[in-house]
């Protein structure tokens, strides 16, 4: 079974601090996922990834960045945590775009609070 | 850009039928997914369809008609374990998903 595991359940941090919130992926997937998850607007992209050191702007990457150094594992950053990205964050990898279903696999999320 | 359309909540009684709609304007579509998620969890792929037509899988069926930019997830024998999200998310031709605000079912006995 794939597995995605993200660093924390939750997590409560200060404005201002740098956060990282951290992805590992055990199927040797190309293509791994940023999003945050809020009610009533969905999921929306953050940013992705599609190979070591690659990385592309989602539909909100404002206030955030990624890292992707090893094909197992993305971060995003929180460079100054403010209270408007208080949210659930969930990332999620995949195969390629040549796979017929390109099906996207889910970490469990993290629950960030920024006081 | 892509919109998805989904409703808010629904709620339907143990053992019945529920179809749940989606509807999408897109530039591009390469293939329309429904994800089911439960509260506090992660969401978990139920169908994917890329073609017209009716996708069976058990009791969870979805059916897409891209003319009308139209896709319905459609869930039979409904059981207490059903209540939960149902997301539908629609991949553009750059092969990201866009997802809809989700449609809370619940099911009550």
């Known amino acids: 079974d794939v597995k995605v595991t993200q660093s924390s359940r939750y997590l409560v941090k200060r404005t201002g601090e740098k956060v990282f919130l951290e992805c590992v992926q055990d199927?040797?997937?190309?293509?791994m996922f940023w999003y945050r998850q809020d009610p009533g607007l969905g999921l929306r992209l953050i940013y992705f990834?599609?190979?070591?050191?690659?990385?592309e702007k989602g539909d909100i990457p404002e206030g955030y960045s990624v890292s992707r150094e090893k094909k197992e594992r993305f971060s995003l950053i929180l460079e100054s945590a403010s209270t408007n990205q208080t949210s659930m964050y969930l990332c999620a990898s995949s195969y390629p775009r040549l796979a017929s279903s390109y099906e996207q696999y889910f970490g469990p999320g993290t629950r960030l609070t920024v006081t | 850009g892509q919109n998805i359309d989904q409703p808010t909540e629904m709620t339907a009684t143990e053992g019945a039928i529920v179809q749940i709609n989606c509807t999408y304007q897109?530039?591009?579509?390469?293939?329309l997914f429904w994800y089911q998620q439960h509260a506090g969890e992660a969401p978990t792929f139920l169908s994917y369809n890329v073609l017209d037509g009716l996708e069976e899988k058990g009791r969870f069926s979805s059916f897409l008609s891209r003319s009308k930019g139209y896709s319905y997830l459609l869930l039979k024998e409904l059981q207490m374990k059903d209540s939960a999200s149902y997301l539908c998310a629609v991949r553009d031709r750059g092969n990201m998903l866009t997802f809809g605000g989700g449609t809370r079912l619940m099911v009550k006995p």
């Open positions: 897109t530039s591009g579509f390469n293939g």
């Open positions: 199927m040797d997937h190309e293509n």
């Open positions: 990834s599609y190979d070591v050191k690659m990385k």
